[in-house]
T-cell receptor
Framework: NAGVTQTPKFRILKIGQSMTLQCAQDMNHNYMYWYRQDPGMGLKLIYYSVGAGITDKGEVPNGYNVSRSTTEDFPLRLELAAPSQTSVYFC??????????????FGQGTRLTVV | AQTVTQSQPEMSVQEAETVTLSCTYDTSENNYYLFWYKQPPSRQMILVIRQEAYKQQNATENRFSVNFQKAAKSFSLKISDSQLGDTAMYFCAFMNTNAGKSTFGDGTTLTVKP
């Protein structure tokens, strides 16, 4: 049971390049999220999904896109990389139970540098 | 929208002593969850403790406990018998019941000194 797996762990992009950050979970949690963490700051929500086929914007969605075709996978796409997107990206999951929600379970993060 | 404020960017404590990290939040919701997460240099986010807003009793997990004051919108973390392994960044987080979206504070860097 790996939990939440993010790939890659590190990446350097040139300005204008594109890439996809992968996130996969094996915990069958219905909710998935992408956060970014800038140096010395807390996490900010980029996009989230409450189930396959359903996605919505978070606090800082500009410059990103997501899709969720399965329960397990929630990739984050950067189309035209900009230096402002240099950050650490975290994928997280939660589950809505009968009476409460779980805490968020996080992947190990992807450190992205745009030069 | 919710906001979470951690007013102490850095703190230090001697090994075996007690330290309290502060967190305040702002929300108009009545039902929500609060968390403290630990982020060591490995950058992995690790749950320390959780509190459901409808519970009046403060949560405890071994050496970690919270002081949850719902009316004051305050949620502080007390670490007792601090250990060197407690050195990390600590984040306070508010989770709403609408899709479980979380809002994080900017963190407190805690250093435990031998």
């Amino acid at each position: 049971n790996a939990g939440v797996t993010q790939t890659p762990k590190f990446r350097i992009l040139k300005i204008g390049q594109s890439m996809t950050l992968q996130c996969a979970q094996d915990m069958n949690h219905n909710y998935m999220y992408w956060y970014r963490q800038d140096p010395g700051m807390g996490l900010k929500l980029i996009y989230y999904s409450v189930g396959a086929g359903i996605t919505d914007k978070g606090e800082v969605p500009n410059g990103y896109n997501v899709s969720r075709s399965t329960t397990e996978d929630f990739p984050l796409r950067l189309e035209l990389a900009a230096p402002s997107q240099t950050s650490v990206y975290f994928c997280a999951i939660t589950r809505q139970g009968a009476t409460s929600m779980t805490e968020a379970f996080f992947g190990q993060g992807t450190r992205l540098t745009v030069v | 929208a919710q906001t979470v404020t951690q007013s102490q960017p850095e703190m230090s404590v001697q090994e075996a002593e007690t330290v309290t990290l502060s967190c305040t939040y702002d929300t108009s919701e009545n039902n929500y969850y609060l968390f403290w997460y630990k982020q060591p240099p490995s950058r992995q986010m690790i749950l320390v403790i959780r509190q459901e807003a409808y519970k009046q009793q403060n949560a405890t997990e071994n050496r970690f406990s919270v002081n949850f004051q719902k009316a004051a919108k305050s949620f502080s973390l007390k670490i007792s018998d601090s250990q060197l392994g407690d050195t990390a960044m600590y984040f306070c987080a508010f989770m709403n019941t609408n899709a479980g979206k979380s809002t994080f504070g900017d963190g407190t860097t805690l250093t435990v000194k031998p």
